[in-house]
């Protein structure tokens, strides 16, 4: 078979990049080796950004709706001996403004699990052809496509996908990454830790308290107990383990509930715990937790985007936001290349703007990590917010969001347009904003791909009356002018050939 697009990997950031594929028009198929998505939560929230980016596929409604907590949640971290201590201490952090107070989006407290079936279903309904139970066995690319085969675990039965692109979201041990012998930076592997998911009543050792996710030292350091709800009633445990002196069948259900009970400093708990895989009894998980960069982002017509790209530490939940904004700056590249309206060196952009990116926040992850496991001490920290969306795709320092701007770049600043946001302008294509004497701007970008919006003020795009601003489809600014061009007709052909690689 044929599509422009295959994307190997179906967790939230490969449904992510076939779900903004698809709202783009992009033809794709997206293949996953297990046969329905994983029940472990992992992520446990969406930054204001990443909700940002599902509120552009009408996703935002269907999230708060499938939330673990209502507004007003506020993620609590806490350190102690056991979840039972007296007192808890919390990280040395930085204040953690997550951006919400410049975003019409907030806090999007879901889990991971749960995300995936809602983007899962909303690529389908676009028109994305998702195949699980499909591995992806063998890849080739030359200079106009790329041959993939994939076998059907069901039927054994192997298949080619002929496709113009390939979207690596194949995880943390990427064999496509392995096969393009594309090398990582960073320090590797920093433990190995055990994950189970469990039902025990912990209220007693919370005592009314609240603790999103509390980092312990029992029973041996590196140990976490994460609220998996309101209730103090469900919990993923995870604590670090010697891979290569401990084998994973060694820790069964009644020795990890023991560990449960010690973490949570009540030795007579009831402790019950729940399959991770679709289709299996497997309670027990083992994974590494490490902080690796790839050093390419592209090879050719093969892109990395999430865990295939870059890991690192939990702490933070940075990333699968991370990895859902690699697939949503992806997608409208590739689809502006396909139908004809961009250059091919728009795809190399992935790459310059997104690597940096990840290296910010792997150095913030590990900065967080080593605050709150009482580890060595990391990178400075800088304020979440700065990490989660006030980067910049022109090597500028990252910014509270607050301070956005409007400086092309940076993600275009958030105004209220009445009951809306002005961010409820982008998504689709280009979007020129222009002050309220713009009527030239309407001029010079008629019978160009862009939508042009004249509004009365907006001084937060660092724009005046005369000025204009254009928006990429992603919400970040490509260009601006803070008074009205000589020659606009010009000024903007010139801005949109720039943004679009021609």
Not at 62 to 75: D, H, M, N, T, V
Not at 340 to 369: H, I, K, W
């Amino acid at each position: 078979m044929q599509t422009s697009v295959l994307v190997v990997g179906g967790g939230v950031v490969g449904l992510t990049a076939a779900l903004f594929l698809a709202k783009h028009g992009v033809p794709c198929v997206l293949v996953e080796r297990h046969p329905d998505l994983l029940i472990h939560p992992r992520a446990r929230g969406l930054t204001p950004r990443t909700m940002e980016i599902y509120r552009q596929a009408g996703l935002e409604p269907a999230i708060l709706g499938s939330a673990f907590a209502g507004p007003g949640f506020a993620y609590t971290p806490v350190q102690g001996q056991t979840l039972n201590d007296a007192e808890y201490t919390t990280p040395d952090e930085p204040h953690e403004d997550d951006g919400a107070s410049s975003s019409p989006c907030g806090f999007g407290p879901i889990d991971q699990d749960v995300l995936e079936i809602l983007v899962r279903d909303r690529a389908r309904e676009l028109g994305a052809e998702l195949r699980f139970g499909v591995e992806l066995v063998t890849h080739r690319q030359d200079l106009h496509g790329v041959l993939a085969t994939v076998r059907n675990h069901a039927t054994g039965v192997d298949e080619t996908i002929e496709a113009e692109y390939l979207i690596a979201a194949d995880g943390v041990n990427s064999s496509i990454r392995a096969e393009l012998a594309i090398e990582t930076d960073g320090p590797g592997v920093l433990f190995t830790t055990l994950t189970a998911i469990v039902e025990a009543d912990l209220r007693p050792a919370l005592r009314g308290r609240i603790a999103s996710m509390a980092y312990l030292q029992q029973p041996r350091p590196f140990t976490i107990l994460m609220a998996h709800d309101d209730a103090g009633l469900r919990w993923v445990f995870g604590t670090g383990y010697d891979a290569a002196a401990e084998d994973v069948t060694a820790y069964s259900d009644a020795r990890i509930a023991d560990m449960v009970r010690a973490a949570a400093g009540l030795p007579d708990v009831e402790v019950k715990l729940h399959p991770q895989i679709p289709g299996t009894d497997l309670t027990v998980l083992a994974f590494p937790i490490a902080a690796r960069l790839a050093r390419r982002y592209q090879v050719g017509r093969v892109f990395l985007v999430g865990d295939a790209a870059h890991t690192w530490p939990p702490t933070g939940g940075l990333g699968a936001n991370c990895g859902i904004q690699d697939a949503h700056n992806l997608a409208w590249k590739l689809a502006a290349v396909l139908d004809g309206s961009a250059g091919e060196d728009l795809l190399r952009t992935y790459d310059a703007e997104r690597r940096p990116v990840g290296r910010l926040t792997m150095q913030q992850a590990l900065a967080r990590f080593g605050s709150r496991m009482r580890s060595a001490e990391g990178p400075e920290l800088i304020e979440y917010g700065a990490v989660a969306m006030g980067y910049s795709y022109l090597d500028r320092p990252p910014v509270v969001p607050s301070e956005l701007s409007g400086e092309p770049g940076t993600r275009a600043p958030h105004v209220f347009l009445g009951s809306s946001s002005v961010l409820d302008l982008f998504g689709d294509g280009f979007v020129l904003l222009a002050g309220r004497d713009g009527s030239p701007w309407e001029s010079a970008a008629r019978g160009l791909p862009i939508a042009v919006h004249v509004i009365d003020t907006l001084p937060a795009y660092g724009i005046g009356a005369g000025g204009a601003s254009l928006v990429r489809p992603d919400g970040f600014v490509a260009w601006r002018t803070r008074e009205l061009d000589p020659d606009p007709e010009n000024a903007v052909r010139r801005a949109l050939d720039a943004a679009l690689a021609r």
